[in-house]
């Protein structure tokens, strides 16, 4: 009896791990369909803005060096909790190769605790920051974010340094190596002009204006991202792990059944056992 009851309570337990688990499944869902509209929107913003950009720099070639940043100051992007399979595990190898593949020592901006606690204290680290939870979230963690890359980057010793981003997106459920910071990788322009477009401001200002307004969309638009190829890898991971709980519950009812079945046939044997010996007594008797 007592096996029986040691089944019974693990079959409970893992009854409400699947409920947990599903319900984990339910969030991350609607956690996928809400990013999805802010992501088409932010896309948009964001492809403007790089057309934008592109015409403005073919009629100021000026501002358009050709010449690579020195250094990077990296912004990795990982998860802010767990049960999302080898998210973060994916995001350390790449940071890892990145590291072996650069002569130069890069720098890091890590968002995302989970990710933090993985890679732990390094001098390449200079700053880990919380990440988002859900989509309402994004806006607290872009406006932390960019208060402190500009602290970051008004450092003497990061002056000159490019800017690039580290991440799961969404749009080709791979990682990407997104560069930031000279604006650069801009599509090619869509239409030729006879003459530069006239600006109420001087160039440069201008160019540091839709630096800032560039900046602060596609980091949005990377988080958003992120946390929507996070949310899709979860979904998958509580998908694997509730067929595996099927499956071992499916294995433990089967064992209780057998031995339910061994416990009916002792408590049978034993009354039949219990007949013969009664007989036997009043035939003695």
Known sequence: MSRRREIARRLEALSDIAGIMSAIKGLALMEVRILSDF???????????????????????????????GEELYILIGSEQGFCGDFNEALLSR????????????????????????IGERDCVELALPGATVADEVP?????????????????????FGLSALYHCA????IRLRRLMPIRD????????PYPAELNLPPKVFLRGLTGHYLHAVLNEVLYSSLMAENRQRQVH???????????????????????????????????????MLRES????
């Open 39 to 69: 992501l088409v929107s932010q896309h948009r913003m964001v492809a403007g803005i790089e057309v934008a950009a592109a015409d403005f720099l073919v009629s100021h070639s000026e501002f358009a060096s050709a010449d690579e940043p």
């Open 95 to 118: 940071m890892e190769l990145l590291c072996q593949q650069k002569s130069a020592p890069l720098r890091w901006l890590v968002v995302g605790r989970r990710l933090a606690s993985r």
């Open 140 to 160: 607290a963690v872009l406006l932390r974010l960019t208060k402190e890359l500009g602290h970051l980057l008004a450092q003497p010793v990061l002056a000159g």
């Open 171 to 174: 749009a080709t459920n791979d």
């Open 186 to 193: 801009l599509p090619p322009p869509e239409r030729n002009f």
């Open 238 to 276: 509580m998908d694997s792990a509730l067929q595996r709980l099927d499956e071992d519950s499916t294995r433990l009812k089967l064992t209780y059944n057998i031995q339910r079945q061994e416990e009916i046939t002792e408590e049978i044997e034993v009354i039949l056992l219990s007949a013969d």
């Open 282 to 285: 009043e035939h003695g008797g």
